[in-house]
């Protein structure tokens, strides 16, 4: 805090200053760096426990912004959700994968990864959601068992929810959901009854926690293996987010978890070091 004149008080924290104007910065040219083409995707490589093949890759959008440097999404997707560019964006980001992808299913065949694209909650309610994936599969010719849309436990609130129809039309043209980010929600668990997903992604803090010295250890993995066993009792695959060690990996492949994604198995990379690391897997 800083006096501001006689007795009077401000709050005045440079850190969040910097914060706000960047937030401002970031929301005023946001709309025109779509269209100058100042966005761009990473991929993060999905990694078989079993065998350790690369499986899958998650597409994370960056901006290049010509002042700021490089953004990641956490510093711009929620002003584009509060604005709604969420929907021009996350539809351009979604045919850049596909195109991708389709990319790699035409080099590589049945080595081709699987591409995984965050939906945003908004975009999730849109009922013109499948429309739009049907037109951006026709357009880039993916095939839709390629494509799997990640949702957050938040995306569906009931089963009610405009977003549950939206989703099961998604579903119904053959393209897998999973769930984002598990057990990080307030949300009650019915709603895996009702939703169409066929991947559980158990959220990166709980591996993280596990290192923390402050939260017991033991218990942190008896919740992870509760989460790998809940989501195999429904018929689902698992997936550990935030696997940074090999030690973490052997003990969540113990405990039978599916897949993993993490700094362990490759940081998000530019498109065509994921195109060599396919090629390389295969010669060997
Ligand atoms: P997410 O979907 O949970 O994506 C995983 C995030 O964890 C990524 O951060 C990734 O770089 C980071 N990460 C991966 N492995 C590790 C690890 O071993 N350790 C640690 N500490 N972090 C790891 P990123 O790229 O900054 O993305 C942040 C979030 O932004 C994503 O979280 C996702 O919710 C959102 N996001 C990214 N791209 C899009 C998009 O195209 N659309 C929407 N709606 N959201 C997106
Ligand atoms: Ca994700
Ligand atoms: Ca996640």
Sequence with gaps: AKEAGRGRWTLFDPKENARAVSRYAVSVRMPAA????EFF??????????DGSLVAVEALVRWRHPQLGVLGPDEFI????ETGLIMPLGRWVLEQACRQATDWVREFGQDAPQINVNLAVRQARNAGLVTDVERILRKTGLPPGKLQLEITESTVVGPEDEALKALHGVRDLGVSLAVDDFGTGWSNLAYLRDLPVSC????????????????DAHTGWRIVSGLVSLA??????????????GADAERLRQMGCDWAQGWHFGR???????????????RT
Excluded at 232 to 245: F, I, K, M, Y
């Design 34 to 37: 779509l269209d100058r083409g």
């Design 41 to 50: 995707i990473d991929y993060q490589p999905l990694c078989s426990l079993a």
């Design 78 to 81: 929620g002003v584009a959700e």
């Design 200 to 215: 559980l992604k158990i959220a990166g803090s709980f591996v993280g926690d596990l290192h923390d010295p402050t939260k």
């Design 232 to 245: 195999h009792t429904l018929g689902l695959t698992v997936t550990a987010e935030g696997v940074e060690s």
């Design 268 to 282: 998000p990379v530019r498109p065509d070091e994921i195109s060599r690391r396919i090629a390389e897997a295969r």
